[in-house]
């Protein structure tokens, strides 16, 4: 059966298309997981170093003989790469070694995305989804954003979903039950060690689930285990998560694209209009529903005292973050 379509192609850009995480994601975003059935129009943005590697997976790319790709191009120019792009997947940084935290690579990482800021602001389409998955983050999402002042507040976000689905995978681990009977997960704040990945709100198969988990586990085991899930991938795997990190980017522009289910939200960074206290302009990450393609943050959920604690956390690290942007002039 053909799947041949005459829709208007939609523009992807994928920095650190040749990198690890670049390679998972690449082909999946070919294959229509994102977009559905419509013509994809890639634009892999590579550093000048890069670009050789990235010329290799985009032969293996054209192998796949994908129905859904119309056009490959490879740059090391952003103007070129984010020129009419509709979905940026800004993968392209350098990831952290055993040892080092996230926030440790803003020194390096963080003056890339000002200049990819100014381009996507310059360049990219009116409707453009912006995805920050290079880390530290949420801090290089602020960065961009100040940097990009046409492009809406809620099109900017960076991926706390892995951490989303590293908590859902713990939860039905834990209680035995299929990953899907389970809603209503929440991550807020950073995506790094000091993030509160949050049951408060769960639910297994419609009803509160949050009775049912001993508060021993969820705050010596659940918490840690996965705010520091990163750092274990790194300790066995001797090299950053890639694959399982492409598939929560995956998920988060395709939910951004499609929406999310009317009983359930996911978990989504984004410039805080200051909601639950999170100072306004703070990337942090929140409990969002996605209506009509647009992510919003979910209101009215109480919040308790632990709750306020770790959120208070999460967030006064994220502003020394901020602070350090300030003080390194990338901002
Ligand atoms: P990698 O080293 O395998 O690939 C990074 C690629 O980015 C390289 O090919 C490099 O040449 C390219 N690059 C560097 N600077 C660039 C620039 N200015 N423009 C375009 N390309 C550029 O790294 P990886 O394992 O793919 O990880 C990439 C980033 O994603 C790291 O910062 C990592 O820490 C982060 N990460 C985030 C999450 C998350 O959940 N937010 C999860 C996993 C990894
Ligand atoms: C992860 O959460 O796996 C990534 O952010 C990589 C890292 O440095 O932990």
Same mark, same amino acid.
């Given at each position: 059966m053909s799947t041949q379509t005459t829709a208007t192609p939609v523009t992807v850009t994928v920095t650190g298309a040749a990198g690890q995480i670049g390679y998972s994601l690449l082909f999946r975003i070919a294959a229509g997981e994102v977009f559905g059935n419509r013509p994809v129009n890639l634009h892999m943005l590579e550093t000048a170093n890069g670009a050789k590697s990235a010329e290799g997976v985009a032969m293996e790319l054209a192998d796949c003989a994908y129905p859904l790709l119309n056009r490959v191009l490879i740059t090391s120019d952003a103007a070129e790469g984010f020129k009419g792009t509709n979905a940026a997947f800004l993968v392209g940084a350098k990831p952290r070694q055993e @040892?080092?935290?996230?926030?440790?690579?803003l020194a390096a990482n963080g003056r890339i995305f000002g200049p990819q800021g100014e381009a996507l602001n310059d360049v990219a389409a009116d409707d453009v989804r912006v995805l920050v998955v290079g880390n530290p983050a949420n801090t290089n999402a602020g960065i961009l954003h100040a940097h990009a002042p046409r492009i809406d507040r809620t099109r900017i976000t960076a991926l706390t979903r892995l951490d989303h689905n590293r908590a859902l995978a713990q939860v039905a681990a834990k209680l035995d039950v299929p990953v899907d009977d389970l809603t209503q997960m929440t991550v807020w704040g950073n995506h790094s060690a000091s993030q509160f990945p949050d049951v408060s709100e769960l639910q297994l198969n419609g009803e &509160?689930?949050?009775?049912?988990?001993d508060r021993e586990w969820l705050t010596g085991e659940f918490i840690p285990r996965v705010a520091k899930r990163g750092s274990e991938i790194i300790q066995v795997r001797g090299r950053s998560s890639a694959a399982s990190a492409a598939y929560a980017a995956i998920d988060h522009m395709r939910d951004w694209v499609v929406g999310t289910p009317d009983n359930d939200w996911v978990s989504v960074a984004l410039p805080?209009?200051?909601?639950? @206290?999170? &100072?306004? @302009?703070i990337v942090s990450s929140f409990p969002c529903r996605c209506v009509n393609g647009e992510w919003e943050i979910v209101q009215g959920l109480e919040i308790n005292e632990f709750q306020r604690e770790r959120i208070d956390a999460s967030v006064a690290e994220l502003s020394e973050e901020w602070a350090a942007v300030k003080q390194a002039g990338l901002v």
């Open positions: @040892g080092e935290e996230r926030a440790d690579l &509160p689930v949050a009775e049912k988990l805080s209009d200051g909601s639950y @206290g999170v &100072p306004e @302009g």
